[in-house]
Every structure is written in C-alpha cells, then in structure tokens.
C-alpha cells in the first residue's frame, strides 16, 4: 500500500471548470442537499448546473464554500485502491473539509460549520469594509525562493500602517489581507510580478480578510452559533495551520473545537508549514488532492522544491520526478 497525504482545498477552487462536478443522484449529493435544503439557499446543484459561472453568485461565500466541501468528499472516491490515508491537511477552508473527511465531525455537523462559517464570513466589517485578500509570488520560474519577492511583502506589510496583515502562507505564494484601505495599499506597493501568464498583485475575489483580528467577530459569532456541534477525535491524524498534529489517540476534542473556531480563523494559516511537517514526519509517497479542480498541486510542487524532497530542488527535478512516479496525484472527477 502506498501511504498518503489528503491535501484539502479552500477557497477560490471552484471555478468555471468546475461546473457540472455534482453527479446528481449520488447518495452523498442528496444528503448534503437535503441539509441545504434547511437554509433555504439555492440548491447547490442548481447553482453546479448552471449554463454559465457568474462570479457574483459561484464565488458568494454560502455558495463557494459547500459547493467545495461536498466537490471535494465526492472527489475521495476516485483514490487508488491500493492507498491509504495516514495524515491530512486542508487550506484554509479546506481545514473544514479535512475534519469531516477523517471523522472528527460527522458528515451533517461538517456542512453545518462550512455553512455556518461562510455566511458569517459575509457579514460586514466594523469600518472600512468589506476588505480582502491579496496574493503574491513568493518563488522564481524554477519554483525556489526569490528573496527579492520575500522581501517586497515584507515591505509592504511593514508600511501597513495597520490595515494590512499577513493571511495564509502558501510557501510559494503569500496571501496577506486588510481593510479596503490596506487592499488598496497593497495593490499600490507590490510590484508587478508575472509568472506565466498571470501579472501579480491579484485581489480574490470576493474573499474577505480571512485568518486576520480583522474578522474576530466571525470568530466570537461563531463560537455561539456553533456551541453545542459535538466533537471527536479524528480517525486519521490531522496537521493544522500552525504545523500541530492532532492524533486519534491525543487529540482533546474541546481544543480541537476552541481551534477550528478561534485561532484558525483570526491568525495566519500557514498552510506551508503544515505540509512541512507532513513531508518530514510522515514521508509520504504520494500527496493526493481532492478537487475541485487541481489549485494546490503547483502550490504543493513549490513545497517539495523547498524541502528537497526526495531530492528535488528545482522545477524542472519535479516534472522529472513527477514524469518518473506520481508524488502529487489529483482526484479531480
């Protein structure tokens, strides 16, 4: 058997590609429809079927975040038979997703705090809203580190002046996060960096400043809304955004809890460090992405460039590896 990571997606990961993902009489579609249907927001195959993306609506938190959530526990049913999951991880948003898939929430208590969560997330700022996220290249063509990037964002946040904080790191990419005016500032200061064809600074759209103190009152509502969601611990061991390992033999459920609902949500994520910690304590041979879509798998590339992994040190060293045995497999239907 070939030991595994389960690496989670956020937001941002269902696109126009995505549409049509949702297989309509799935078992685990009309359960997750039928919770669905108990908010009385459009139904998500509706919105997976529609005849075009409209950003507007595909992209509105209520609708993104579940829309991912079910994309991405339909998508473990396409892993190779001859795998098993030993650890996983998710993205921001995909911290959620990864709970549900390895057991510490139950299929219905995970949509509830997927739900739950992104309806708060649409909830105004006390001033100076809705603010964002912004993300940056932190890696050359070769996919190493560049210092020169490293050290535009942290000039940037450094004249901040307060409106601007770090968000998610991605290893390769940095998010950072703010008010309108601190989104306004980082887009005035970063220089345009290109990679490919994709011309940085980008704004997310429709992304608020997420895992900043900017959004403490998502944090302390969804503490009260979520108070009586039962807990356990997870059936497979999780890595969160500090790069802490929550085992089914050691995790208390009540600090798993006061986590997902407290630090994960008004602190960086450090997505980077989470799969740090995944490469050197569990070695995986294989890290398999959930879709939708395949958002992670130059993110995670960049990770194994900066660990040497398996002694790949560069760009091309992956695609060599990569062309050799597959180390980063998506399960994208």
Known sequence: MRRAALVFPGRGSYTAASLGSLPPDDPLVQRVEALRGGYGLPPLLELDQAPRFDPKVHLLPANASPLIFLASLLDLGAAPDDVEPVVAIGNSMGWYTALTAVGALSLEDGYRLVQEMSL???EPL???GPGGQVIYPLTGPDWRPDPDLAARVNAALANGNGEVHPSIDLGGYAVLAGSETGVARLM???PPARVG???YPV????HGPYHTPLVNHVAEAARQRLEGLPWQAPEVTLVD?????????STDPTALRDY??????????GFAASLRVVLREWAPDLLMLPGPGSSLGGICGRAVVAEGYRGIHNRADFEAAQERE???LSLHR
């Open 326 to 328: 597959t180390l980063i």
């Open 120 to 122: 708060l997330q649409q």
């Open 126 to 128: 006390a001033s100076d």
């Open 188 to 190: 005035e200061q970063l």
């Open 241 to 249: 955004g500090k790069g802490r390992r929550w085992s089914p033999w």
């Open 260 to 269: 997902t609902l407290g630090e994960q949500v008004t602190t960086p994520f």
């Open 203 to 206: 704004r997310l759209a429709l």
């Open 197 to 199: 064809e994709r011309l």
